[in-house]
């Protein structure tokens, strides 16, 4: 238990201005409008231009959920980032942001989940204000996936968009009904081969060979992801309730990893959830990785569906594998 209680001050999202739609697609790969649509439920996304780059989108999103926040940015005290399509692979795209903003004498770090980040990133900012390190926490999910894709690839390249979800955490005074009341984060790292990049690190670096075999881009086993993503997105979920003494029929809302619309109708099944409790965007993004929660939730808030006071459990399935919720009261 810590001193204090952290709560979701606001939200704020991005997105790319350029769509591109399932018909688009029909013209670059072996695939159909109809395939996309039943087998996933997308129907567009939006995609980066060439001159974007992770932290441009993630800047925007920042902007959005500090306005909305109304914390003024010398408040913020920690920028956390989650993101494995950031702008280099080092220094971190959290320090850019950091720069972005005139912010200056705080720490900024990435965080490496796939798309479980946001997740992770929420779970450790939570403790920085639990033990009272800090009072207000910027927490960025960004993704430009499009750019580690195999457009050759119609297993892979149909499913990813870019954008950029953000929110700022903070510390929950006594009379605030806003709290995070849970979150919890796991991980296999022993089922990381089916969901990787796998070039570009120390063990295999850049070479001719492995740009020409394509190994700079997404690499997913789809069929071997589905089947984990609902049973660990359902774990995670239960537990943060089973310990809370809550049961789903408390839940207001729940704001599932838009990664396919079957396994997001699988989860709300097996929680016996209603679909009117599931907040979806994905026929309008695609997956856009770590950014799919917050900008699912950025966007139900501005929309007036989740208001504050509703119980709200946002949960994750990713790279590595990881997967993580965060049950909250917005
Ligand atoms: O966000 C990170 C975590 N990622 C996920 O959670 C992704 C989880 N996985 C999925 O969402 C699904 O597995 C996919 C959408 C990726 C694939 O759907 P599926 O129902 O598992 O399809 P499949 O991979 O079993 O493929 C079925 C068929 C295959 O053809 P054959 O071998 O049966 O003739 C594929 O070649 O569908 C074919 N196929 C396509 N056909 C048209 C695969 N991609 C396409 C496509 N267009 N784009």
Redesign the pocket.
Known sequence: MGLYFAKFSAFGSYAPAKILTNQDLEKMVD??DE??RT??GMVERHIASKEEAASDLAYQAALNAIEASQVRYKEIDLIIVATISGDYPFPSTACIIQHKLGLKNIPAFDISA??TGFIYACDVARQYIENGIARHILVIGVEIVTKITNWTD??TC??FGDASGAAVISRSEPTDISRIIDTKIDADGSQGNF?MQAAGGSRLPASHETVDANQHTVY?E??R??KN?IKSMYASSDELLRRNNLSPADLDWVIP?Q??LR?IKALADKMKVPMSKVIVNIQKYG?T?SATVPLATDEAIRSKKIRRGDIMLLTS??AGLTWGSVLARY
């Open positions: 695939t159909s395939w996309i087998r996933t796939g798309c119609r297993n149909v499913l969901l997913m789809g069929n992801i589905f993503a990893h990664a396919n396994i997956n990785s399935f990713g």
